[in-house]
C-alpha cells in the first residue's frame, strides 16, 4: 500500500527566507505525486503535480519541486516566502492514475516570522 | 479554476440524529467524487470514491451503512453520517474530479455531534 511521509509537523521560517518542506512516499508503481495547501475556510488548493517527465516541477504561487525516485522524495521549495504563505502543506500520492482517490501525509504547518 | 462547494460548511447535531452533507461541482461536470476525513491537527484520509449513477465504492474499515453516499447528478454527491455519534464529529471534505489528472477540493464541514 502507498503511503506519504512529511517529517516536519512545523515549520518556522523568516519573511523572505528560502523554504523546503520535505515528502517521502512509498509506492509500487510509478507516482503520481502532489502538494496541496490548505488554508483555513478554505479548501485544498493544488499547488503543483508530477506525473512524469521532468523532475523539477513548477507550480502556482513560486513554489517547485523536485522528484527523486532514488529517494522517494518529492520535496516542496520556494525561494523567498511571504507572510501569506503561511498555512498547512500537504503532500499526497495518487493510486492509479492523477485523479484516483489520494494519500496524503500529515501535513506541514507552516509559520512565517516578520 | 473550476469550483466545489459544500453545504453546510458547519453542522451540530444530537447523538443518533442523522446529517447530511452536500458536494457540488458548480462549474463543471463530475462523474466521479471523492469524500476525506479529516481529523484535527491530522491528515485527510480517503473515505470513499463515488461514481454517478452508481454505488460508491468504500475504503477498507469505512462504515458503508453508517456513511451514506448518493451521487445522483454529475453536479451532486451527498454523504449522510446515519445515526451519529460524537466519535463521528470530524472535517469531512468531497472533491470533484476534473479530466484525466485532477481534482478539486471543496471547503469542508466541520460535523460536531452532541
Known sequence: ?114 | GAVVSQHPSWVICKSGTSVKIECRSLDFQATTMFWYRQFPKQSLMLMATSNEGSKATYEQGVEKDKFLINHASLTLSTLTVTSAHPEDSSFYICSAKFGQDTQYFGPGTRLTVL
Not at chain 1, 69 to 81: A, D, E, G, I, T
Not at chain 1, 92 to 101: I, Y
Request: glycine letters at 12%.
Open chain 1, 1 to 114: 500500500a502507498q503511503s506519504v511521509t512529511q517529517p516536519d509537523i512545523h515549520i518556522t521560517v523568516s519573511e523572505g527566507a528560502s523554504l523546503e518542506l520535505r515528502c517521502n512516499y512509498s509506492y509500487g508503481a510509478t507516482p503520481y505525486l502532489f502538494w496541496y495547501v490548505q488554508s483555513p475556510g478554505q479548501g485544498l488548493q493544488l499547488l503543483l503535480k508530477y506525473f512524469s517527465g521532468d523532475t523539477l516541477v513548477q507550480g502556482i504561487k513560486g513554489f517547485e519541486a523536485e522528484f527523486k525516485r532514488s529517494q522517494s522524495s518529492f520535496n516542496l521549495r520556494k525561494p523567498s516566502v511571504h507572510w501569506s504563505d503561511a498555512a498547512e502543506y500537504f503532500c499526497a500520492v495518487g493510486r492509479g492514475g492523477g485523479a484516483d482517490g489520494l494519500t496524503f501525509g500529515k501535513g506541514t504547518h507552516l509559520i512565517i516570522q516578520p
